[in-house]
């Protein structure tokens, strides 16, 4: 059983969201009176707990906390945290955000580090939707706090990640070194593997991910996602209890060598059919979002609408701090088209950015003359 | 008859003579012609001669003219025109052309000959076919009415020698001498073979020359050919179906060397101006009398047709054209703006042609055939309409419109019931193309008082302009001039009086006009508060109330099986009926947040429309209402606008639909989205199969606070109606170029509304 804190300005929201981060039986949150930074901050620490919430904004509900000295927000919290817990790994905790939606919308676009701090971010709007994703994804984030801790002094990141030394050998690049040999406490290396390696597509794919390069309908994806093949692709490393991952390499060597040439070389189509055979289940190929084909070359999952998309009828994706491990995220033409990128805050790359007026003008399915 | 035998010894002593003086024998012969008792003959009197150049050609400009004009029906190419010491009276005037030029023969039997010229039985000359446009032969006496003396040379090519006649006007052609007396000396002159055309030097000019008077008659150089208004500067309008054999290769006037105003004035009008107009008005009279006019404006997507509903019987056949211009700067470049105004001040009007050449003063500044003027400075116009505002010309020929006859004078058309029908025409024709669009342009203006303009009523500046000009051109009394004061005439300062008082009236129509609408932004944007408070209140509570009902959800879990089943069901309805309420409060705070956004981009249609339909998707599927959405080219986009607003006229059709729907209280229900490139227009149509519109709401449903909806609906997202809705549509449509109409359904429903904007490429 997992115990953590929830911190709140507001005690009734203190009280209802501790209720929903709380898993019965598993993890346990308690709402957490607000007083004084630093006594508040005392508190948390002496009481070790496995978790901390923090809602963004702790400053706008006063009179309910007539013994707060000072108004801070709780990214202020977090960072005292964090200073103190620097140097004790052993009570090192993760950490993770919660707050109403255009709070951290407006606050994330103001200053990108804010959330940088924390393990993880939830609105709380996603806490109140039937689904128990956020407390399976803190539960993983608990244990794999414990994990760390326990392996901290001998860190091996290979074993940490479940893959054998010949393997981790095999997908390390500079930049992972890099991002691995920085991390000095338990909560940089959870945020670390987090951010660079659950949150982007590089090193592991998500299921959009997988369902594209397999070329496949993410219907199809659903009804083979637990054969016996693509259960070895799967990612079993630390966190792998919140998230489902596959690791790129092996998905990329497997369907090379069952398609005899390189995955996205081959039509979805044709994927789809050799897919059926090998796995012993019907699977449909996926259809282009811009042609409705099922024959392209289907490579990455669409940013904006998820779907499988061919290299040829997408763009690149701006990414200003991308690792050279992490995969450029792209855009489907038919996002373009709608402009769904804007609406979702995402910018095309430079270098694209000049094809974007010709595909809004193209006739969808259409290709450039 | 009894002749007298003193007279007739005279005439036989005199042609027994070697070299008898005919002249006396044509004078002792006449006498005894004239004393037949039996009959009788008009003379004529030398002073005639005075007379119809005095009398029948007004101007002396207008006497310049013809002679340019009978340069042309010579096939002359070019028309050189010089004065010398013209500043006051006494100079010389000379008129050269390269035309077919004439022999003696054709002198002495055509050319001297009053009343009867060659041109009526060849109406075509000979070498470029034109169709002549002196047609009464009285053009040459213009050269008396310019001048006291003339000389006439002239010569026709292959002949090495030319013809030199010396009229002296004034001591020659005196009252009580009859003309048949008066004899001109005739001379041969040398020249080379191939030189042809006619030089007219006119000796002791009439009257000076002023700059004015020049450069007026440069001006109606200009326009001398109707070719003017092609925009093929080198085109030739004959008049006539025939073509010459060889082109023709165009005439030039040139008036003392250079006299090039009128060319540059023409070349910057074909290449800079003409384009600028807002539309062309077409109007034509069949062989039948029935008649049409046509305006097109590429600018306003304009192309209509309009049957007169009287026929023209005595006009005969005709066509006329005009470009119509509207000096704003919102209707032409702003470069452009002020020459244009200056070239309308200065050659504005519908100028009238006949035989290819301009009838004068038809379309002059000063002339107001159309009644234009008055009736604009009248507010019987309210559209721009002065005749500053059209460049035009009515095409006449003898053959078509032989009652549509000049005055001898050559100062306008014989005033007769053909006049009167060719002038209704006109007037009728440009008077509905100017409403039209009018019409148009209202539709298009963008509504609220900070981007009106007032379309119908000069401005008094405008005014003063013109009635200074008036007062600079009119002659001034020696007193006044001295003391530094004009002449203005009554009537000037009376148009000046009722044009104010009209802006007058107009600026107070606006001003209520402004205040209306400032109420009406007022409502909306305490509105808009109010609702923005409440959609970010909504919003903020919505994790709050579906986190209970999910935490009630898990709190449950220890109940046994029945309770837990009940209990589950009644926090299902809680969560849908919540649901619901935050659907509408999440879509208005983001409407809210986008319309925070200034900036204007183009929308893609298909997006904007898929976005929307997902924000109400679960709420319409809780209605049973079963919507369709069908755009067609996915490509389209809207011209650069915020894109609030289209979300704005969705969520207004889709209250209305629904509110329409429910009354109908049946079962089926079903919207129809769609979205069409329309011309340059984007065509957003929103369909329902509601109870409709009746006709007599069609009209009205545009305007503000028209509302049907008297009882406060119970629905959380449809609300009562205030009467903005579709006004705010209609609104939003006509600032980006566009309208908002009802329309006609297609199979299944019962209301169309049409939303139309600019599309992108043509924004």
Redesign the interface.
């Known amino acids: 059983m997992f115990n953590g804190f929830f911190i709140d300005d507001s005690p009734?929201?203190a009280n209802?969201?501790s209720?929903?981060l709380s898993e019965?039986n598993s993890l346990s949150i308690r709402p957490l009176k607000l007083e004084d930074i630093t006594v508040l901050g005392k508190k948390i620490i002496s009481s070790s707990p496995d978790i901390v919430a923090i809602d963004f904004r702790l400053d706008e509900n006063i009179s309910d906390s007539p013994d707060a000295i000072g108004l801070y927000k709780g990214s202020t919290l977090s960072q005292l945290l964090r200073d103190w817990t620097l140097d004790l790994p052993a009570q090192d905790f993760p950490i993770v955000l919660v707050s109403?939606?255009?709070k951290m919308r407006s606050y994330h676009l103001r200053d990108q580090g804010v959330q940088s701090q924390f393990d993880l971010t939830y609105?709380?709007?996603q806490?109140?939707?039937?689904n128990h994703e956020p407390r399976r994804q803190l539960l993983a984030l608990c244990k794999g706090y414990v994990e760390i801790k326990k392996v901290w002094k001998s860190l091996n990141f290979g074993s940490l990640l479940n893959l054998d030394p010949e393997e981790f050998d095999s997908i390390k690049t500079q930049g992972l070194n890099k991002g691995f040999a920085t991390v000095v406490s338990p909560s940089g290396l959870s945020r670390f593997i987090l951010r660079n390696l659950i949150e982007r597509t590089g090193p592991l794919y998500d299921l959009y991910d997988l369902a594209a390069v397999l070329g496949i309908s993410q219907e199809s994806l659903k009804l083979v996602v637990d054969t016996e093949h693509i259960r070895k692709l799967q990612y079993e490393g630390i966190f792998n209890d919140g998230w489902s991952r596959w690791w790129s390499h092996r998905v990329d060597d497997w369907t090379s060598e069952q398609f005899a040439t390189p995955a996205t070389t081959l039509p979805g189509s044709e994927r789809a059919k050799q897919l059926t055979k090998i796995l012993g289940r019907k699977v449909n190929p996926a259809k282009s979002t811009w042609n409705g084909s099922p024959d392209e070359l289907f490579a990455v999952s669409c940013v904006c609408c998820h779907n499988p998309t061919e290299l040829r009828h997408s763009l690149t994706v701006f990414d200003g701090a991308r690792p050279d491990f992490i995969r450029s995220r792209r855009v489907c033409w038919d996002c373009i088209?709608?402009?769904?990128p804007?609406?979702l805050g995402i910018q095309i790359d430079d270098f694209d950015q000049r094809l974007v007026k010709r595909i809004?003008?193209?006739?969808?399915g259409a290709d450039f003359e | 008859m009894e002749i007298d035998s003193v007279t007739l010894a005279r005439i036989k002593d005199e042609v027994k003579k070697e070299s008898p003086d005919w002249h006396l024998v044509e004078v002792l012969t006449r006498g005894i012609v004239d004393s037949d008792p039996n009959r009788v003959r008009f003379n004529v009197d030398a002073g005639h001669i005075k007379k119809l150049g005095d009398e029948l050609v007004g101007k002396q400009e207008t006497a310049l003219i013809e002679l340019v004009k009978n340069a042309y029906d010579a096939d002359a190419t070019k028309v050189s025109v010089k004065l010398v010491g013209a500043d006051s009276p006494g100079g010389t005037l000379i008129v050269e052309d390269d035309g077919n030029g004439m022999t003696q023969d054709v002198v002495r039997n055509s050319w001297m000959t009053v009343s009867t010229p060659d041109k009526v039985s060849e109406p075509i000359s000979p070498l470029y076919h034109r169709v002549r446009a002196g047609r009464k032969g009285i053009g040459r006496f213009a050269t008396q009415r310019l001048g006291r003396k003339l000389i006439l040379e002239t010569g026709v090519t292959g002949s090495s020698t030319g013809t030199k006649v010396v009229f002296d006007w004034e001591s020659q052609f005196v009252q009580g001498e009859r003309i048949n007396d008066i004899f001109s000396q005739v001379s041969a002159y040398t020249k080379p073979v191939e030189v042809h055309g006619t030089r007219l030097t006119i000796e002791k000019t009439s009257e000076r020359w002023t700059k004015a008077e020049l450069d007026r008659a440069a001006d109606s150089v200009i326009f001398l050919r109707p070719s003017f208004f092609s925009n093929h500067p080198n085109a030739e309008e004959t008049g006539s179906n025939d073509r010459s054999q060889i082109d023709d290769p165009g005439f030039e006037v040139e008036i003392n060397g250079h006299a090039t105003k009128g060319k540059e004035v023409a070349i910057n009008f074909r290449n800079h101006f003409l384009d600028h107009a807002i539309a062309t008005i077409t109007g034509e009279i069949n062989e039948d009398g029935s008649a049409s006019v046509t305006v097109v404006s590429k600018k306003l997507e304009l192309n209509e047709t309009n049957p007169f509903d009287d026929k023209f019987l005595v006009t005969g056949p005709l066509r006329f054209e005009a470009y119509y211009f509207i000096y704003l700067t919102t209707t032409m470049p702003g470069r452009l703006y002020k020459t244009a105004a200056q070239f309308g001040r200065e050659y504005g009007g519908v100028k009238v042609y006949k035989n290819g050449f301009r009838v004068l003063p038809y379309g002059d500044v000063t002339d107001d055939w159309l009644k234009l003027d008055v009736d604009s400075s009248r507010r019987f116009l309210l559209v721009p309409a002065n005749n500053r505002n059209f460049f035009g010309h009515v095409e006449l020929t003898d053959s078509a419109n032989p009652f549509l006859e000049e005055t001898s004078s050559r100062q306008g058309l014989i005033d007769n019931e053909s006049l009167v029908e060719l002038r209704n025409f006109v007037r009728g024709g440009l008077e509905w193309a100017a409403k039209r669009v009018a019409n148009v342009r209202a539709k298009k203006a963008v509504p609220g008082p900070k981007r009106y303009s007032p379309p119908t009523i000069s401005r008094p500046s405008h005014t003063i302009d013109q009635l200074l000009q008036a007062a600079s051109t009119a002659p001034s009394h020696p007193d006044l001039s001295a003391a530094g004061l004009v002449a203005v005439p009554q009537t000037h300062l009376q148009a000046l009086k009722e044009n104010l008082e009209a802006w007058e009236q107009e600026s107070e129509r606006q001003r209520r006009a402004s205040l209306q609408y400032e109420e009406m932004l007022r409502i909306l944007a305490s509105m808009g508060l109010a609702i923005s408070v409440f959609g970010h209140e909504i919003r903020g509570s919505r994790s709050s109330i579906l986190g209970y009902v999910q935490l009630l959800r898990d709190k449950i879990e220890i109940l046994h099986d029945g309770a837990r089943t009940d209990l589950s069901e009644v926090i299902g309805d809680l969560d849908s009926a919540t649901s619901r309420m935050f659907d509408i409060g999440g879509y208005i705070t983001s409407l809210m947040s986008a319309t925070g956004s200034k900036e204007l981009k183009s929308l893609s249609v298909r997006g904007a429309i898929d976005r929307f339909y997902k924000q109400f998707e679960y709420y319409l599927e809780k209605q049973r209402v079963v919507v369709t959405v069908d755009v067609e080219p996915s490509s389209l986009r809207t011209t650069p606008m915020h894109a609030s607003e289209i979300d704005s006229v969705l969520l207004n059709f889709l209250t209305n639909s629904l509110k329409s729907i429910k009354k109908t209280g049946k079962k089926d229900r079903r919207i129809r989205i769609s979205a069409r490139k329309d011309g340059k227009y984007v065509l957003l149509a929103f369909e329902d199969n509601g109870v409709g519109i009746p006709p007599e709401h069609a009209d009205r449903v545009f305007e503000a606070f028209f509302t049907t909806t008297t009882n406060t609906e119970e629905d959380v997202l449809i609300g009562p109606g205030a009467g903005l809705g579709l006004k705010i549509v209609s609104d939003i449509a006509q600032s980006y170029g566009g309208e908002a109409s009802v329309g006609t359904p297609t199979g299944g429903y019962n209301c169309r509304i049409e939303f139309r904007i600019l599309a992108l490429e043509d924004a």
């Not at chain 1, 088209?337 to 769904?340: A, E, G, K, N, P």
Request: glycine content about 4%.
């Open positions: 009734r929201d209802l969201y209720g929903l019965k109403a939606e255009t609105s709380k709007e806490l109140s939707d039937r088209q709608s402009d769904r804007s609406s809004q003008a193209l006739e969808k």
